[in-house]
């Protein structure tokens, strides 16, 4: 596709259910990001994958929170037990090689926990 | 805690008038320095960046300003269009790194 593409655009859960927000990179694009913004505030990254392996997990908010890259391609965030804190925009992106001087984001997904 | 510091959280300019939003950084590990623009319901989509061999860089009506001793960047926006309401975020970038330490960004109105 022309761009980083996120589904679902918005997303309702209920406190204790869990999601899967979904991520389709831009073709052949290396290096995959997630990243929460809250309302009012930057985004804060979440994990980093390069091709199928995640390398980087820290900002994953705790262990309700999993992220996979199974073909190095597409990628989901999974949010089990939402919680209202949850609430936020997911937002993916995709750069072209390893690191993040030219990444691409999507429109995002965003997240309200009733 | 927050790397970046930017201010002023928004700001309102008239039709041709000058945006400038600043941003500090305190980990001198940064080397890469992007502004992010981002409307209402789109995520972030790089504007311009720079990194701390040059002191500006300029690109079209927007200019980057780099004070590498004071540990501090700006956008300028030059004449100012009502397209150019949007939120603007500095983020920045260490040699070796991929995380983006963003600022907590600044919304712009810019009235016609």
């Known amino acids: 596709g022309a761009g980083v593409s996120q589904s679902p655009r918005y997303k309702v859960a209920k406190r204790g259910q869990d999601v899967a927000l979904r991520c389709d990179p831009i073709?052949?694009?290396?290096?995959l990001f997630w990243y929460q913004q809250a309302l009012g505030q930057g985004p804060e990254f979440l994990t980093y994958?390069?091709?199928?392996?995640?390398?980087?997990k820290s900002g994953l908010p705790s262990d309700r929170f999993f992220a996979e890259r199974p073909e190095g391609s597409v990628s989901t965030l999974k949010i089990q037990r939402t919680q209202q804190e949850d609430s936020a925009v997911y937002l993916c992106a995709s750069s072209q090689g390893a690191g993040n001087t030219e990444a691409f984001f999507g429109q995002g997904t965003r997240l309200t926990v009733v | 805690q927050q790397q970046v510091k930017q201010s002023p959280q928004s700001l309102i300019v008239q039709k041709g008038g000058i945006s400038i939003i600043n941003c500090a950084y305190e980990?001198?590990?940064?080397?890469?320095f992007p502004w992010y623009q981002q409307f209402p319901g789109k995520g972030p989509a790089l504007l311009i960046a720079?990194?701390?061999?040059?002191s500006e860089k300029k690109e079209g009506r927007f200019t980057i300003s780099f004070n590498k001793s004071a540990k501090q960047f700006s956008l300028h926006i030059m004449d100012s269009q009502p397209g150019d309401s949007a939120t603007y975020f500095c983020a920045a970038l260490g040699s070796n790194d991929y995380k983006l330490s963003f600022g907590a960004g600044t919304t712009v109105t810019v009235r016609a």
């Open positions: 073709s052949g694009h290396v290096s």
């Open positions: 720079i990194r701390p061999d040059v």
């Open positions: 980990n001198t590990a940064f080397d890469y």
């Open positions: 994958f390069q091709n199928e392996a995640q390398l980087d």
